[in-house]
């Protein structure tokens, strides 16, 4: 930690790069990983082989994120509209049940369940909300293009994933109908940018889990370097966190697994891991600062989960902060748990 300027950069190289010199010596870093998340693109220079991705390159999967990170990244979680929040849930949890293979359980499908939903169903889905009216019954009632009549519940809800409906039931007071017309903009908006292809873009979509460890891990036949560099300067700062959330949380949760599949094999392994990772968070005020703002609530837990756990699985972190006399930072709340 030290003021801008003060050489925090330089030192966190020199250490990384002592030692990966010691791959071939007798402290050897074979099976090692270092991923470094950098913000200014600082360390590309100091490690010329390393595996670097940036916004070309990097392919995330949005439908790996929790529920807090979907909805930082979706939702203005300023504003507390339950409306939105409900609607938007509802979306997700039935839209991951439509593509689960497994129907017997497709029952333990839920929010921060960790497999595939579409982007654009959900788009279609609220869109379909948006329109929808009640009778005097609370019933809503919806019509296909060949003159089909259902009445929406928990049975029809994947109707409402096709853009080719039509709600038969009048508006009335307390419906959803032009209630979702911001959420709806703002969905349609994140989906279309294409700075976050990265995350939500077709790759996003069709990326195996094997693949994307591949990638963080640096683990190609083009390269196999101990460094992985993850180039942020090109992600929007609105997604920054979230970004580096859920690439934590996915280094975690392989270090977790992996253990746990090694012991299962060999009941008497007692090396947490034998490909022990090191995530180095550059300008890590960026992105967990000393905050109460929901946003940055994500990937203070997932950075803050290893800090107190990650050691168990071999995962350990070094954080690279600015600090001022007149500003205190989140480094009191880790000291108590590193």
């Known amino acids: 930690m030290g003021s801008t300027g003060s050489g925090k950069s330089h030192t966190v190289s020199t250490i990384l790069q002592k030692a990966v010199s010691q791959k071939s010596g007798d402290f050897e870093l074979n099976n090692s990983q270092i991923i470094i998340f950098a913000i ?15 916004i070309s390159s990097l ?39 439509y593509y689960h293979h497994d129907v017997s359980e497709s029952s333990k499908i839920h929010y921060d369940f960790p497999s595939f939903f579409d982007l654009n169903d959900l788009l279609i889905y609220v869109n379909n909300r948006n329109n929808e009216g009640k009778d005097k019954n ?73 693949d994307i460890l591949k990638q963080l891990m640096g683990c190609s036949k083009e390269n196999n370097s101990n460094v992985t560099i993850i180039d942020l300067s090109g992600v929007p700062f609105e997604v920054l966190s979230v970004t580096v959330s859920l690439i934590s949380r ?11 599949l090694r012991c299962e094999e060999n009941p008497d392994e007692t090396i947490n891991n034998d490909v022990p990772i090191l995530l180095v968070y550059e300008e890590a005020h960026k992105y967990v600062p000393k905050s109460d703002l929901i946003k ?39 000291h108590k748990t590193i």
């Open 250 to 260: 996915i280094i975690f949760e392989y270090g977790y697994i992996y253990k746990r």
């Open 40 to 54: 200014h693109s600082e360390y590309k220079s100091a490690f010329p082989n390393a595996n670097i991705l940036d």
């Open 59 to 97: 392919v995330l999967p949005y439908w790996m994120l929790n529920s807090d990170e979907l909805e930082d990244l979706f939702l203005d979680t300023e504003v507390n509209d339950h409306n939105q929040r409900n609607v938007f849930k509802q979306a997700i949890v039935s839209n991951r049940k």
């Open 296 to 334: 940055f609530r994500s990937s203070k837990q997932s950075i803050e989960r290893i800090a107190k756990e990650g050691r168990k699985y071999g995962i350990s972190l070094l954080l690279a902060i600015v600090t001022a006399l007149q500003k205190s930072y989140v480094l009191d709340e880790y």
């Open 138 to 210: 609370n019933k809503i009632s919806w019509k296909k293009p060949n003159g089909d009549v259902f009445d929406f519940s928990e049975n029809t809800i994947f109707e409402l994933f096709n853009d080719d409906i039509e709600c038969i039931t009048p508006t009335a007071t307390g419906t959803l109908n032009g209630k979702l017309i911001n959420f709806l903009n703002r969905l349609e908006n994140k989906i279309n940018d294409k700075r976050l292809d990265f995350l939500l873009g077709k790759k996003s979509k069709e990326i195996s889990f094997e």
